[in-house]
C-alpha cells in the first residue's frame, strides 16, 4: 500500500511517500480502506520527538491517529463491522508505528464507530480526535451543564469549535477567545468572541463581571496563567495544552478512544448539532505541506488528507 512514514525524528522534511507493507489484522480490529485522514498538531510534534518521553517509537512510523474510510475486512472477533461500514476513529496505540496516513490501516474495534451519515469523509476524518478532546474535556472535566458560563481560548480551531458547538448543546454560555477575522465565524457557532492578547481579563469580566464557570484551555502559557482569575467562586478549569494546569489545580486532559463517547459525536453530528469547518486539503503525497500548513497556526477548523 502507499503510505507516509519517517525513519528519524524531524519536521515535515523526514516524510517519506511511498509503499509500506499492508496492515495485519488482529482478531478484534478492522482493515480500513482509508478516505481521509485529519492533521493534527500532536502528529507532528510527536514526529519532532517532544512525545518520546512516554511513546515509543518503532521506526519507520506512519503518522497519523484520525481515520474515515470504509470497513473492507474485519477481524474474526470484530463482529460489530461488516464490509462496507462507513466508519471514523481515533486510531491511538500506546507507540508510535502503525499511523492513518496510509491507503489502509487496521484499526482496533474499540477506537471506532459509524461514520455520520450527514458528513463528508472530509469532514468526518476531522471529527474523532478534536472531537474526542472537547467532549471529554466539556462532560468529563468541566463536568458543563444548562445554565453554565463557558470559556474556551482558540475557540476558532480544530478542538475550540467542536467545543463550542458541544457546550451549546449542553445548554451553555460560551465566550470564545480568537484573532478578530474568526469573530463572525465564532458568533456564527453561538459563542461571544473576545480578542486574545493584553487586557483578555478585562474584556471577559466585562461579559461576566461575577466569572465563568468554567474555561477550557486550548493554547496555554499566558492564556492559561491569566485563567484562575476568571473563574467564579467554584468555577472549574481544564487544559489539553498545557500540564502546568495541575499547578493551578486544575485538570490535564489527554484525549482517550472511547468507541461509546465518538458513538455520541455521530450522534451529535446526525442531529444537527455539531458540523466540521474544513479549512483545506491535501492528498496524500502532499501530507507534509499539510503539516506545514497545520504547524502555521490560526487555523479555523481542520486541514484534511485524502485517498485517491
Do not use: C
Not at 24 to 31: A, E, I, N, Q, Y
Not at 71 to 90: H, M, S
Not at 192 to 214: F, I, M, N, S
Amino acid at each position: 500500500m502507499k503510505a507516509i512514514s519517517y525513519r528519524s525524528y524531524g519536521g515535515p522534511e523526514v516524510l517519506e511517500y511511498g509503499e509500506r507493507p499492508d496492515p495485519k489484522v488482529g482478531p478484534d480490529s478492522v482493515l480500513i480502506k482509508v478516505r481521509a485522514a485529519a492533521v493534527n498538531p500532536v502528529d507532528w510534534k510527536a514526529q519532532a520527538g517532544y512525545l518520546d518521553g512516554f511513546l515509543d517509537a518503532v521506526f519507520p512510523v506512519v503518522p497519523g491517529w484520525d481515520v474515515s474510510g470504509v470497513v473492507v475486512r474485519p477481524g474474526a472477533d470484530a463482529q460489530e463491522f461488516a464490509v462496507g461500514d462507513e466508519v471514523i476513529g481515533y486510531v491511538r496505540e500506546d507507540f508510535l508505528s502503525r499511523g492513518t496516513f496510509a491507503e489502509y490501516v487496521a484499526a482496533p474495534a474499540r477506537t471506532l464507530a459509524r461514520k455520520p451519515r450527514n458528513l463528508t469523509f472530509e469532514q468526518a476524518a476531522g471529527l474523532p480526535l478534536a472531537g474526542l478532546t472537547a467532549y471529554q474535556s466539556l462532560i468529563k472535566a468541566l463536568r458543563v451543564s444548562q445554565g453554565d458560563t463557558v470559556l474556551v481560548h482558540a475557540a476558532a480551531g480544530g478542538v475550540g469549535s467542536m467545543a463550542v458547538q458541544i457546550a451549546k448543546h449542553l445548554g451553555a454560555r460560551v465566550i470564545g477567545t480568537a484573532s478578530e477575522r474568526n469573530h463572525d465565524y465564532l458568533r456564527g457557532l453561538g459563542a461571544e468572541p473576545v480578542v486574545y492578547g493584553d487586557g483578555l481579563a478585562d474584556r471577559v469580566r466585562a461579559l461576566v463581571p461575577g466569572g465563568v464557570d468554567a474555561v477550557l484551555d486550548l493554547v496555554g502559557g499566558e492564556a492559561l496563567t491569566v485563567s484562575p482569575a476568571l473563574l467564579a467562586d467554584g468555577g472549574r478549569l481544564a487544559s489539553v495544552a498545557d500540564p502546568a494546569v495541575l499547578g493551578l489545580g486544575g485538570r490535564y486532559v489527554f484525549v482517550r478512544p472511547d468507541a461509546a463517547d465518538l458513538a455520541a459525536l455521530t450522534e451529535l453530528a446526525e442531529s444537527g448539532a455539531l458540523t466540521v469547518e474544513v479549512a483545506r486539503t491535501f492528498p496524500l503525497e502532499k501530507t507534509a505541506d499539510a503539516q506545514r500548513a497545520n504547524a502555521e497556526g490560526h487555523t479555523r477548523g481542520k486541514i484534511v488528507v485524502t485517498m485517491d
